[in-house]
């Protein structure tokens, strides 16, 4: 038996906090990202730092992926959150043979301007 869908009821300044939290996020991945160290020797070699030895320990590439990987699934995960407050929800008329039924007609032509070289 499927769970009835309740209505998300969200407090103004919820996105607002939300987004600066996703900011945030999002800059501390890009530093993740850049002290790695891969095959150029990240972000350590672009400031003339030692390209094959980790100021962290051999074992900090592990331990890296796994923050790296960790912070961007929460990421993700905010930025679904956001979405999922965000997003419009649909608006239910009294009448459901109302909401078969168009409101009004709408032009659907597209107007095209007169090329200034073309008479007619």
Known sequence: MPLPSLPLAVSAW???VLNVLILLVGV???FLILIQRGKGGGLAGAFGGAGGSSAFGSR???TFTR???TVAA???LLIMI???IIQPQPTS???PADAEQPDQQQDTRLYVPPVPWERT
Do not use: E, R, Y
């Open 28 to 30: 501390f991945l890009v």
């Open 60 to 62: 900090a590439g592990d």
């Open 74 to 76: 929460v990421w993700v």
């Open 93 to 95: 008329k009294s009448n």
């Open 14 to 16: 919820i996105p607002g």
């Open 82 to 84: 956001m979405v999922k």
């Open 67 to 69: 923050i790296t990987i």
